[in-house]
């Protein structure tokens, strides 16, 4: 149930979710559509993403939200559906590699995906939201890009960068209406954390929630102007800990890594 205000804040929007044919950006979308605003779904899937917006009542803009190209093509269609981008939900990602050994694609892929889409999509809107005076982006990135994923290091790494764009828009456009969020959960229950699963990463069940609780801590955020968004409370925590004592930190985690791969 959407509250009055992020439904005053939303209602008629037009919003642009990426990579929402499944998964947490389905959720969002969906979270968007209840509040009243009118939402682009995009998915590279583009079965996935004409389903999810029928079933939404969307609109479905397939594609890749990665590439050069394909970001201006998406915002170019989304203009057009909907007038005005007001809202733009960069959450398309990939899961990357696995260790050091990671290939020079897959590293290559992971930057593309998980970093470069939210720049070349903010390159696009944001000076047309600074001269209009607003606009919102919203950055789905990851706890890992907070703390780290064990196994995972183009995955760790991208979402660092991810979240060091995310405060670097927030802090250089704040006072011109800007407003960002950076979204940051630890797992959530869908297809990229099955995949995690098949990969032999350590995924502890006490921690997996549901894509609407991510969507639903985000509405929170937009209501209360909350640029840090953890759908698990307690990241802030382990962030805190790892800030304040960096070198028991790494302790702690390699402590983990020992346990889950001895
Ligand atoms: N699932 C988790 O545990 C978890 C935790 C933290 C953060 N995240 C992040 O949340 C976001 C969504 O993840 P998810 O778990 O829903 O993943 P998912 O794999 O279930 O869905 C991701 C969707 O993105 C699409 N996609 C991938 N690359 C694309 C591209 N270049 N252009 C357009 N669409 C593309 C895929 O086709 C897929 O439909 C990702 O950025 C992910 O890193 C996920």
Redesign the pocket.
């Known amino acids: 149930m959407m509250s009055q205000i992020t439904e005053r804040a939303v209602s008629n929007q037009g919003v642009v979710v990426?990579?929402a044919?499944?998964?947490?950006?389905r959720a969002i979308a969906a979270a968007f559509v209840d509040a009243g605003a009118r939402v682009v779904i995009?998915?590279?899937?583009p079965v996935?993403c004409a389903m999810a917006a029928e079933e939404l009542g969307a609109i479905a803009v397939p594609?890749?939200?990665?590439s050069a190209d394909?970001v201006a093509a998406l915002i170019d269609a989304a203009n057009s559906a909907l007038g005005d981008i007001d809202v733009f939900c960069a959450?398309?990602?990939?899961a990357g590699g696995i260790g050091l050994h990671s290939t020079e694609k897959q590293w290559a892929q992971a930057f593309n995906?998980?970093v470069m889409?939210h720049v070349r999509a903010a390159q696009l809107l944001v000076p047309g939201w600074v001269e209009r005076g607003g606009g919102r982006f919203i950055s789905?990135?990851?706890?890992?890009g907070l703390l780290t994923m064990l196994g995972s290091a183009p995955y760790a790494v991208s979402?660092h960068a991810a979240v060091a764009f995310a405060e670097w828009l927030a802090l250089t456009y704040q006072h011109l209406g800007i407003q960002v969020h950076v979204v940051c959960?630890?797992?959530?229950e869908?297809?990229?954390?099955d995949g995690a699963r098949a990969m032999g990463v350590p995924v502890d069940p006490r921690i997996v929630i549901t894509?609407d609780d991510v969507a639903q801590t985000l509405m929170g955020a937009i209501e209360q102007g909350e640029f840090l968004v953890l759908p698990h409370p307690e990241v802030a925590g382990y962030y805190q800990a790892r800030a304040s004592n960096p070198q028991g930190w790494i302790g702690q985690m390699n402590e983990m890594q020992r346990r889950f791969t001895p």
């Open positions: 990426t990579g044919g499944r998964g947490i950006g995009n998915d590279l899937d996935a594609g890749d939200a990665a394909g959450n398309a990602g990939v995906v998980n889409g789905v990135a990851s706890a890992a979402k959960p630890q797992w959530v869908t297809d990229m954390l894509t």
